[in-house]
């Protein structure tokens, strides 16, 4: 899931995505294949992947909770919309691993199991995310950030 908290300038591109992601996904793109892959382990050129799911077939004058797995999932080889957040903005997403965060820490692409979900930066490491804490969107908790310049965590 993807929310936009605090509005702003930002950048959005259609691209093909390399394997089924959730909105929020962090991904990178991928010139020489031309699809977004799940980023690992960096936060500076990375994207935020959004989808403008609908309804199909007898589903299609129905309203469907944008929670819902059909709404929330972009499928692999799919286009989805790419946002570069400006500096600035806030986003909460539910593509995270919030163990040991707390407001102010880094945020960067996880590894392996976590490619593409944000986990707390280590020392050395350069972020442009930075974790504001939990964000209530009705009864579902997501976890917000800010975007700020690139920092190199200490």
Not at 55 to 75: C, F, N, Q
Not at 127 to 133: E, L, M, R
């Amino acid at each position: 899931m993807l929310r936009n908290v605090i509005t702003g300038s930002k950048t959005t591109e259609i691209y093909k995505v390399s394997s089924d992601v959730k909105r929020g996904t962090v991904v990178t793109k991928n010139i020489g294949t031309k699809v977004a892959d799940k980023a690992s382990d960096v936060a500076v050129d990375t994207y935020l992947v959004d989808f403008d799911s609908q309804p199909m077939g007898h589903l299609s004058d129905v309203e469907i909770s944008a929670y819902e797995d059909a709404m929330d999932t972009v499928k692999a080889n799919t286009y989805a919309v790419l946002v570069k957040p400006a500096v600035g903005t806030q986003w909460a997403i539910d593509q995270i691993v919030p163990t040991g965060l707390n407001a102010g820490d880094y945020l960067v692409a996880g590894t392996a199991a976590n490619a593409g979900k944000l986990v707390k930066a280590t020392a050395g490491k350069i972020s442009i995310y930075k974790y504001v804490g939990q964000y209530i969107d009705g009864t579902k908790t997501l976890h917000q950030f800010e975007v700020v310049y690139p920092v190199t965590v200490a």
